[in-house]
């Protein structure tokens, strides 16, 4: 009796587990289907392509143009994206291919700390260093006048808060580049820079595209810090100087209002349902080429 | 000429080191010089007074309590839903199975998924249900945040569960379900780290709480009450104009930064110590 | 009627007495080793027309074989052959392999494992398996040798301290660990860990040890140890033991079986198969042209 009380409990006990991990799966589509029904009055009537490249946003007359937040968010992650990029292939290349082990230990918990920071906190630096810094220093150079919270101040900010994902992504994909395979070019009078670039770089460059993808979609959705930062201005910005107005900050700053006009409330949610679906496309892509890559390299 | 490339590269990837190093320093000092001398007694231990959002006096002990309800109660929560997750997806589960694909494949995207996405999602369930923003709903959007974290960190470390160890419990006559203790033993290691990384996250995330819990001067006495949490603590008072509020947000900021170091360094330590059990 | 009779008859009618006497019922004396319900004191193992495919590959080629009774069963030949298979068709933890097929009946006290529903987990605390490096589990000395009988009913703290001792005895490790139950396992030397594993194991009350290449991760020192235990160990089970090295199986094996490529050549008494096999390969195998 107690034997198939112990069966009926592993068979039990997995059907639960079996539910929970369904629901995870249901919870992914919920999302999407959610958003979409939520979003549905804002489509009816209106194309597409009129929402996402008119620049006309004025909520009062039902007119929603999300150009000014789509090309907001696009300029600070692609700022975002040039600053970090560089350093965090220079130093991922260098903690794999060059670093005694003694460097690694000061470096990682580092990286942790960085990885760690609430994006609040991040938002509080870049109001006391960056904007400042910006508007007092750099802007002068080029214009004449900025306020600091701009596309760059964004731009920059958000390029710290990326810089450890793509760093830990890239060390992960340089070290399964075998051995054999540095040691062969080295082998052939190449210098270590030569190996690295040659061998290692370009062995994983379908893993490195996949990394910067990723790192794309989380500068997508990061909301707090760059709200703080970004001086949220509805216009499509002319330089990295401008305020910019991304949409995750335009949901953020809008949400608790939104309510006494249905149709605003559903151009949140479409917002809300492009970011979704901009991840969502993605993360898929660049998970499922890194997860072939890891397969192989096993 | 390859050899002056050599250097020149070796010198860039030694100033980008030390650039990574230069942000986590900036950072960590200017939370610390401007949040020390903003720093007193009363702000961690009061509730905001009267005046508190025009300057006088109070502290921040509501966000304090607010957050730490929320994620002591969410880490619980995720916890107990994502150690099955993972017990399933390695024990269960077939190596190859295309459920286990899916399911980590589906975590990921979760994982991916802004929390301010999370937060509008959130919102709308409640609304549709009549919750209004309270301590219930901060905490159930926080574990759905926080679920991915958990499983992708364990899953992490659970793969890497040796096959002889299951078979030497399996061949004492143990069922699957009951290699759980086993399995739990082994990879403590990485439960403690994903705990804390899930903690850190919870404890800092802010957009995914800013329409679900909503923001109080009190501390809760119910799950139906709104709470007020740091991050959000942090972003309101610094958009005062007022300077006094405004350096409470960078005391609030140090709090925050410092809970967060605390579970950075944890972390390392507990990666270190829980492996006691654990087979190389 | 001579003295030892009486002697015997009185023994006899007390052991009557005190097995129905309401005070045992009482005491409950607990023994260790003789917690489980047991079918029967005899155990007996029959393979017939076993076929087991993995994926495309015929591992195990119509094996027929009849274990015996409270003796060392050495299977010899050469690696790759199917030794360890066969062993794991045994308690079935060759149910984890991908795309494993099992044809013919293995007869363990009479009943079919193979297709008869019997429970898995009852089947594998008969049959326990010693696996080729020790592996201890994540967890207490102690802990380590609880953990079987947790699992199969007895929670009692006082009969798990009496069981750990008792295991630890009988695998001859008491001596060394009994001052540091609670220290993991991972902490043991590698002979060490072996012993507990079969401590482990025979805590459970299998009747079958199977004992895949047990020794051979260990020093001599230890290895000889595990043999001696094996030999002590065989009044009480019968044990199968699958071994790469001819000496050992000369040391210690009563019955001998040698396979080749998945088949069984020629089994039999230790002695006949020693001293004079019939099969060819088997000449050639125990002359050392191949291992």
């Not at chain 1, 990029?85 to 918990?109: G, W």
């Not at chain 1, 330089?239 to 900050?249: E, G, K, L």
């Not at chain 2, 802004?114 to 919102?123: C, E, R």
């Not at chain 3, 794991?88 to 006290?109: A, P, Q, W």
Request: hydrophobic residues 50%.
């Amino acid at each position: 009796m107690r034997i198939n009380f112990r069966t009926l409990c592993d068979k039990g006990a997995g059907g639960m587990m079996f539910i929970l991990l369904i629901l995870s799966v249901v919870l992914l589509i919920a999302m999407g289907i959610g958003l979409w029904f939520k979003a549905a009055p804002v489509l009816e009537g209106r194309m597409l392509k009129d929402l996402l490249f008119s620049a006309n946003w004025k909520p009062l007359k039902g007119e929603f143009g999300f150009l000014p937040f789509v090309m907001g968010t696009l300029w600070i992650t692609g700022i975002a994206i040039i600053l970090a990029l560089p350093i965090s292939l220079l130093a991922a290349t260098f903690l794999t291919e060059y670093a005694r082990p003694v460097i690694k230990k000061y470096v990682f918990p580092a990286l942790d700390i960085l990885a760690a920071l609430p994006s609040v906190i991040y938002g509080v630096w870049g109001t006391l260093i960056i904007v400042p810094w910006i508007s007092e220093e750099l802007a002068l150079l080029f214009v004449e006048y900025s306020t600091g919270y701009s596309a760059l101040a964004s731009g920059i900010v958000l390029g710290v808060m990326i810089l450890p994902l793509l760093v830990s992504l890239f060390i992960e994909l340089f070290s399964a580049v075998p051995n054999d395979l540095r040691e062969a070019s080295l082998g052939l009078g190449a210098t270590k820079w030569q190996t690295t670039h040659r061998v290692v770089l370009r062995k994983t460059i379908p893993g490195m595209i996949a990394a910067v993808v990723l790192a794309i979609s989380r500068a997508f959705g990061e909301t707090i810090a760059v709200l703080m930062v970004c001086g949220n201005l509805a216009q499509v910005p002319n330089s990295m100087f401008d305020a910019v107005y991304p949409i995750p900050a335009l949901i953020a700053n809008n949400y608790g209002e939104m309510l006494s006009l249905p149709l605003y409330e559903a151009a949140l949610m479409f917002a809300a349902l492009i970011l979704f679906v901009v991840v969502l496309l993605f993360n898929l892509a660049s998970r499922m080429v890194l997860y072939r890559i890891e397969k192989k390299s096993n | 000429m390859k050899f002056f490339i050599e250097k020149l590269m070796r010198v860039l990837m030694i100033l980008s080191l030390l650039l990574v190093f230069g942000f986590v320093f900036s950072i960590v000092f200017t939370i610390f010089s401007k949040g020390w001398s903003a720093m007193s007694w009363d702000m961690i231990t009061k509730l905001p007074g009267g005046g508190f959002y025009i300057g006088k006096e109070g502290g921040f002990l509501n966000a304090i309590v607010g957050s730490l309800y929320i994620v002591g109660a969410s880490t619980l929560l995720g916890l107990l839903i994502s150690i099955p997750v993972v017990f399933y997806l390695n024990i269960y589960l077939k190596k190859k199975s295309k459920l286990a694909y899916v399911t980590r494949l589906a975590y990921d995207v979760l994982f991916g998924v802004p929390s301010i996405v999370y937060g509008a999602f959130a919102f709308t369930i409640m609304v549709y249900l009549g919750v209004k923003a309270s301590l219930l709903g901060g905490i159930i959007v926080v574990t759905l945040l926080i679920i991915p974290i958990f499983v992708r960190s364990m899953d992490e470390v659970a793969k890497e569960f040796p096959r002889e160890i299951l078979d030497a419990t399996y061949s004492l006559g143990a069922t699957r379900l009951e290699t759980i203790r086993v399995v739990v033993r082994q990879i403590a290691p990485g439960i403690a780290t994903a705990t804390l990384l899930s903690i850190g996250r919870a404890i800092g995330d802010a957009a995914a709480v800013i329409f679900t819990a909503g923001y109080t001067d009190s501390i809760p006495t119910s799950l139906s009450q709104p709470v007020a949490t740091l991050p959000l603590a942090v972003f309101f008072q610094l958009s005062s104009p007022i300077a006094e509020v405004q350096d409470r947000a960078y005391a609030a900021a140090l709090v925050l930064t410092v809970i967060v170091l605390i579970l950075s360094l944890l972390g390392r330590y507990f990666t270190n110590r829980f492996s006691k059990n654990k087979l190389k | 009627m001579s003295l030892k009779s009486s002697a015997n008859s009185i023994y006899n009618q007390y052991n009557e007495w005190w097995e129905s006497s309401a005070l045992r019922r009482q005491v409950k004396i607990f023994r260790p080793d003789y917690k489980f319900i047991r079918k029967s004191e005899e155990s007996e193992l029959m393979v017939e027309n076993l076929n087991v495919h993995i994926k495309n590959n015929h591992i195990l080629k119509d094996i027929n074989l009849s274990i015996p009774d409270k003796k060392i069963t050495c299977i010899i030949g050469p690696s790759g052959c199917g030794k360890s298979t066969l062993l794991k068709t045994f308690n079935r933890l060759i149910d984890s392999v991908e795309g494993v097929k099992l044809d013919g009946k293995v007869l363990i006290d009479g009943e079919d494992i193979i297709h008869s529903g019997q429970e898995i987990t009852e089947l594998r605390r008969k049959m326990g398996l010693i696996s080729q490096r020790p592996c201890p589990l994540p967890m207490s000395i102690f802990e380590n040798i609880a953990y079987g009988c947790r699992i199969h009913g007895i929670r009692n703290r006082r009969k798990l301290n009496m069981i750990v001792q008792h295991y630890l005895k009988s695998s001859g490790l008491w001596e060394e660990v009994k001052d540091r139950l609670r220290s993991p396992a991972a902490r043991l030397s590698i002979g060490q860990q072996q012993r507990l594993c079969l401590a482990r194991s025979l805590a459970v009350e299998p009747q079958f040890i199977l004992a895949d290449e047990a020794t051979s991760a260990l020093d001599p020192i230890s290895s000889k140890i595990i043999e001696d235990l094996f030999v002590k160990l065989k009044a009480n089970y019968s044990i199968i033991m699958v071994t790469h090295t001819l000496h050992q199986a000369l040391r210690i094996a009563d019955y001998v079986v040698f396979m080749y490529l998945g088949e069984i050549i020629e089994a039999g008494d230790a002695q006949q198969i020693f001293n004079n096999p019939q099969h060819e390969l088997t000449k050639k195998y125990l002359s050392g042209a191949f291992s």
